[in-house]
């Protein structure tokens, strides 16, 4: 089937996505406020004891310097609940093809004259484009809680493509996890690591805090770079060699994703 097709058919797929996200918003919108509910408890309940022990923190006196101690985490946090923002959705994308399966409408695809990888394409360009919402909404929100940056034009415009790589490789990896799974009960449970690792990362506090073998764990974790690079991007900090870490992290998870899912796309039954 030559490009044309595939594009045509890989478009007609991403519409049918975003119209189920229009007329099913519940769970987009219980994706992009879960987040934003993380964002709320670490600064307000956890932000001033947690961000005494920021580096550069450690003199301070956690009563006369709190609203201070909490502005730097915000600062400080916020990157990684980018990061959680784009593994809500790429969970979101999990069920929906765990959905799609279960209801039958995959082995409808396969016997029309369609491109096979345009169902998968359209799951994956849909989230990505969820997941565009989603960092802007929780953006605009970190920014009405205090959110400042000082990095330049340049600086946000890596941050969107990082997240943009982020999102593509992880909604690739959830699609097959969508795919793999007997239900759409288990498409809901096996995606949680992507929401649980960034915990033991560098996304919350600095690695240096953790005990020794946590604290390697978390520095060789493929989401430790992503979210180091990405703070670096959005507080004008230099990137140094995190960003090849991120880059090459995001573009293998991307390439076993992708395979992965069009390996069970293509012999797995449909539910």
């Not at 923190?57 to 609940?81: C, E, H, K, M, N």
């Not at 915990?199 to 770079?225: C, I, K, N, Y």
């Not at 140094?240 to 991120?246: F, I, N, P, Q, Y």
Request: include cysteine; aromatic fraction near 10%; hydrophobic fraction near 50%.
């Amino acid at each position: 089937m030559s490009t044309t097709y595939t594009f045509r058919d890989s478009t007609t797929m991403l519409r049918r996505n975003l119209r189920h996200v229009r007329r099913y918003p519940s769970l987009s919108i219980m994706l992009v406020a879960q987040p934003i509910l993380f964002l709320l408890l670490f600064v307000y309940v956890f932000g001033g004891t947690l961000g005494a022990g920021l580096p550069g923190q450690a003199g301070a006196q956690p009563s006369r310097a709190a609203g201070g101690d909490r502005g730097d985490y915000l600062v400080f946090i916020t990157p990684g609940i980018l990061f959680m923002t784009v593994a809500s959705v790429a969970l979101g994308t999990a069920i929906s093809t765990a959905t799609d399966m279960s209801t039958g409408i995959i082995a409808r695809f396969r016997t029309m004259n369609i491109a096979r990888v345009s169902v998968l394409t359209g799951h994956v360009l849909g989230a990505v484009i969820r997941t565009g919402l989603a960092v802007v909404i929780v953006t605009a929100f970190a920014f009405l809680l205090g959110f400042r940056s000082d990095a330049g034009p340049l600086g946000w415009l890596g941050a969107i493509g990082l997240l943009i790589l982020i999102a593509f490789s992880l909604t690739w990896l959830s699609v097959g996890l969508g795919l793999a799974a007997d239900s759409v009960e288990t498409a809901s449970n096996t995606p949680l690591f992507l929401m649980i690792l960034p915990f033991v990362s560098s996304g919350f506090v600095p690695t240096d805090a953790m005990p020794a073998g946590l604290r390697q764990f978390a520095e060789h974790q493929p989401f430790t770079p992503m979210i180091d690079t990405l703070r670096a991007l959005v507080t004008g900090a230099p990137t140094d060699s995190d960003r090849w870490l991120a880059i090459g992290w995001c573009v293998l998870i991307a390439l076993l994703g992708y395979l992965w899912s069009r390996r069970l796309f293509l012999r797995v039954p449909a539910k």
